[in-house]
């Protein structure tokens, strides 16, 4: 019996000058109805529903940033941190990203649920930059895919590098054999 439901959704535009907007939006919401300190929320009803919007560049730096909370569990209270999530910007989604999130605003210093939204941000503008942005065929230039040595599944030496990216696959160095056991005969 479904009781609980947390949604992360994450939608990257092109503005077409260069500079994309990220919408990302995190929303709880409980299928029963719920008491909470502040009041009680009917089922359905969010209990949060935040949203962190970003304008990033194709290099992945953060030049605009910002919060808005529409639904939470203490009204005037949640929402009263002074957007600190202007605090990402000048941040790199590619460099440091998530460390420099936890030290700007980890704690009291910023929401656990938008801060948790934060965190997942890289990999959803990744997507979203592939083969736009980001080159993962590999088809121009000495350059490797971007995605390959990323993840054990496109590891340099693995089989869907070797099967889809020839190119780039780089064969395991074999393993030397080890010398023989004296009491061997």
Not at 28 to 37: F, G, I, Q
Not at 110 to 137: K, N, Y
Not at 152 to 164: I, K, P, Q, T
Request: proline share 5%.
């Amino acid at each position: 019996q479904l009781k609980h439901r947390r949604q992360f959704d994450i939608q990257v535009y092109a503005r077409g000058n260069g500079l994309w907007e990220v919408d990302a939006t995190l929303s709880d919401v409980k299928t029963r109805a719920v008491s909470l300190a502040s009041a009680t929320r009917e089922a359905g009803a969010p209990i949060h529903e935040m949203q962190l919007r970003l304008v990033v560049n194709e290099r992945l730096d953060i030049l605009e940033a910002g919060s808005q909370t529409h639904w939470m569990p203490y009204e005037g209270i949640c929402d009263d941190h002074g957007d600190a999530y202007g605090r990402l910007v000048g941040l790199n989604l590619l460099r440091g990203f998530r460390q420099a999130v936890l030290d700007r605003l980890h704690g009291v210093r910023g929401c656990t649920h938008l801060t948790e939204l934060a965190l997942v941000l890289p990999t959803a503008v990744l997507q979203a930059f592939a083969g736009e942005v980001i080159d993962t065929r590999g088809d121009d230039g000495d350059q490797a895919p971007f995605q390959i040595d990323r993840c054990h599944a496109l590891r340099s030496d693995g089989e869907a590098v070797r099967l889809h990216y020839p190119r780039w696959y780089r064969p395991a160095p074999a393993a030397c054999a080890a010398p023989p056991s004296p009491n061997e005969d």
